[in-house]
């Protein structure tokens, strides 16, 4: 359904702005109050990752006014949208701020704090609009809970391995992001699983064509409606999103642990007390221990890194085989993966096994590489 415009129009375009922007401002339906509208535009994208990326590159583009940008984890290589930002150390949004005061000088872009309790109800004051398509579901319903509570909208994304999902949750319209997940979705790691690129640019792109809509009253936004796309089908289709039955959103938005509890009981209780850190499991192999070191991650991440004289086991191998049986008794068996979160789950197998000495490596390869391995390629 067509929604009036949320952006109050700036009094003038910004200098330059005519040219850069002629093609939208010759639009019929946009025009020079539409390009007005998107430059006194207020948007906060929460997750600057190769999704936030090209959503952050394009609403510069498009001429929107102010951008506020919530992530201070450090820029990886995976990071940067055709070539931007440049190699200069930062955090993500330090790094992209940097980059649109010099490619973009007619954007104002602020630099704001983590998207979490208790900041999050001031953060989006100052904004007409939410975009975020983290990883985290935790982080994307806590978005959702304090959009709501705040009466702006949340325009949403979720990346899968060859595809996504794009909304746009606004209470007063419509359904939320509770009603498209009544339970806590599981999460997807783009850095455990892998990803094509280009979709991340695809749903960069969907987003910020969606804040566009938004911001000028333009078209029908996805309020009520969720967007897939299937990069591998080549089939793009949209389905109603029906109201839940549940209860009120709550009235004292909460922060939740994140990934809603990312490790099993069993797994938590299996690593609490037989996790290794990187620099202990690096004394082992030094001292020439007589481990079993068993990465339990898929084999093209293995192809991709792994610790010299490690041996590649899949995670599957061990919840649904009985490669747990055949783990060596002379030897105490360490496991590791990406990050420490598979082979705390295999580590609650392998103990029920019977291998009682069993431990994992806590942070996974991504610690041996950053304290141990530096030259380490890590994704």
Known sequence: MPIPPLARPATALPAGETRRQAHQLIRAGHGAEGQRRLAGGRVLVVGADEIGAPLIAHLA?????????????????WDHYLGLPDAEPADRATAW???????????????????????????????????????????????????????????????GATGGRVSVFWDRHGPGLRDLFPTPPAPYFRGMSGTLKVVGAWLGIALATEVVKLLTGQGE??????????????????VP???????????????????????????????????????????????????????????????????????????????????????????????????????????????????RDAVHLGGGILAWAQRIDPAMPTY
């Open 61 to 77: 583009d498009s001429g929107v006014g102010l951008i506020g940008v919530s992530d201070g984890s450090p820029m990886n290589p």
């Open 97 to 159: 701020t940097r980059a649109l005061g010099s490619t973009h000088p007619f954007v104002r872009t602020v630099v704001e704090d983590r998207f979490e309790l208790p900041r999050a109800r001031e953060l989006v004051q100052d904004y007409d609009l939410v975009v975020c398509a983290g990883e985290d579901p935790a982080r994307c319903q806590l978005v959702d809970d304090v959009c709501a509570e705040a009466g702006i909208p949340f325009v949403w994304g979720s990346m």
């Open 221 to 238: 936004p996805l309020v009520g409606r969720v967007m897939k796309y299937d990069a591998m089908a080549g089939t793009c289709a949209t």
């Open 241 to 355: 999103l029906r109201p839940y039955e549940r209860a009120a959103r709550p009235a004292e938005p909460t922060a939740a642990e994140p990934f809603f509890g990312l490790l099993s009981p069993e797994a938590t209780e299996a690593a609490r007390e037989s996790t290794i850190s990187a620099e202990q499991l690096k004394e082992l192999l030094d001292a020439d221990a007589p481990v079993n070191l068993v990465d339990v991650r898929e084999p093209d991440e293995y192809a991709f890194a792994h610790v010299p004289g490690s041996v590649l086991v899949p995670q599957g191998e061990f919840l649904h085989g009985d490669a747990a049986a055949r783990l060596p008794a002379d030897r105490r068996t360490v496991l590791l993966c990406r990050a420490g979160i598979r082979s705390a789950e295999v580590l609650a197998v392998v103990k029920r096994s019977g291998h």
